[in-house]
């Protein structure tokens, strides 16, 4: 998620249910066919693959409403997530709230900018940038920075998973308009909603604009609609490992899925692990 965005900007109200989880959704039909394309289908359990009792407590970065460490919390470990919105962080604890006591106390949240990150603790063994969160900070030096903040949490040998979208097939010369994308249930109104999105073309700085709309229908029959504007960096495969290289860390694999999918520039994902 962009830094600075405001706890009313569209793209965080609706975050719980743009992006749900198949454990703790409030409308299980949220997890649809479209979570598939969107990549949020079997990332949780590739995750967890990574995570032994040996871990000790895992850092989450930019960690949401909580779709991906809740199950970590669930599995026994312990996890720090770290997110620069208070807004989708008020989320993520009011999903707490259906979770029982263990398994909120195997939870510590932290309100940060992981380009500034400052944690007490730092010899993690396992870090985790799920879901294109690295790209959301739009941009180059600062996605340094932020592989160089957690370079400096982590413990030697420990390992960081990063999931990013393969550019390859991303339509970097942008879209005429915004197209439906899905229709939800609002996870706070209980209302059907339909996102409509869209991306700008890539500029000469690799930064696309992704931007649309959201319709609500109200009980009364009167649609709301609600615009969003964000931006995010796009990062080829050359420059990924030169980023995880100047800041210290070996590339161990790169796959392209969450099936241990084989890279191609067919894929849809890049699925990094790098060791400190």
């Known amino acids: 998620m962009n830094t600075n965005l405001p706890k009313d900007h ?62 970590l919390a669930k599995a026994g470990h312990r996890v720090t997530g770290v997110d620069n919105s208070r807004g989708i962080l008020e989320q993520f604890e009011h999903n707490l709230q259906r979770e029982n006591e263990n398994i909120r106390q195997n939870i510590q949240l932290v309100e940060q900018d992981i380009t500034l990150l400052n944690l007490d603790k730092t010899d993690y063994k396992l870090a985790i940038c799920a879901f294109n969160s ?32 393969n550019p390859f097939i991303l339509n970097l010369s942008g879209d005429a308009i915004p197209k439906p994308f899905f229709t939800r249930k609002n996870s706070h109104t209980g209302n059907s909603y339909t996102r409509f999105a869209a991306s700008g073309p890539m500029n000469e700085d690799q930064i696309q604009e992704l931007y649309g709309w959201y319709d609500e229908i109200f009980p009364d029959g009167t649609v709301k609609r609600k615009n969003y504007s964000m931006k995010w960096r796009i990062i080829f495969p050359f420059e990924i490992k030169l980023m995880l290289k100047q800041v210290g ?28």
Do not use: W
């Open 10 to 71: 569209a793209s965080i109200q609706y975050y719980d249910s743009d992006y749900p989880s198949e454990e703790h959704s409030v409308f299980s039909k949220n997890f649809d066919d479209t979570v598939s394309s969107q990549g949020l289908k079997h990332d949780v359990d590739r995750f967890l693959d990574f995570v032994t009792k040996n871990n000790g407590e895992i850092l989450e970065l930019c960690c949401g409403s909580g779709r991906v460490t809740i199950p």
């Open 134 to 165: 690295l790209m959301c900070i739009p941009d180059f030096d600062s996605q340094c920075k932020a592989l160089s903040s957690i370079y400096n949490h982590m413990s030697k040998g420990g390992l960081v998973v990063i999931d990013l979208m």
């Open 249 to 276: 860390f070996n590339i161990k694999t790169i796959e392209g899925g969450h099936q241990k999918e084989p890279y191609t520039t067919d894929a849809k994902k890049m699925f990094i692990v790098a060791e400190k």
